[in-house]
């Protein structure tokens, strides 16, 4: 195990690369764009139950999300995850697919188009 404090934006995904699961505990996250990252890379990925996260990792399809006042169950799933490359395979596989169906950039950017689009349609009156 290794921590590597701060990583420069263009060696992240080196980095991921490296990894055999991705751990993300914060108790206070937004959308968690690293948790996103790390399943873009093909990670399993075991992180707090908190904030937005669930958004982005379905627990038991890409990993597991934990409660962060119960360290308990992230050293339990940690563990579970490390003892089944089988298991990590599996989840981090999904993550990737789940990337790439729900938050590419493209698919966030033509998302947000259409809600301007939207309401730019309602204000007129429902002229486009």
């Not at 050293?75 to 596989?93: F, P, T």
């Not at 999904?94 to 938050?103: G, I, L, P, Q, S």
Request: proline content about 5%.
């Amino acid at each position: 195990m290794r921590f590597s404090g701060y990583v420069p934006e263009a060696d992240k995904a080196d980095h991921y690369n490296l990894g055999d699961v991705f751990v993300f505990p914060s108790a206070m996250e937004g959308f968690g764009l690293a948790v996103a990252e790390a399943m873009a890379s093909g990670l399993p990925v075991v992180a707090s139950d908190r904030g937005s996260i669930p958004e982005v990792l379905t627990d038991g399809e890409g990993g597991f999300l934990c409660d962060p006042a119960r360290p308990e169950l992230l050293v339990d799933r940690l563990h579970r995850l490390l003892g089944d490359a089988a298991l990590r395979a599996k989840l981090g596989a999904a993550n990737a697919e789940r990337v790439d169906r729900h938050f590419r950039w493209e698919r966030c950017v033509a998302a947000t188009r259409r809600v301007y689009e939207d309401a730019l349609a309602a204000h007129r009156g429902g002229r486009r």
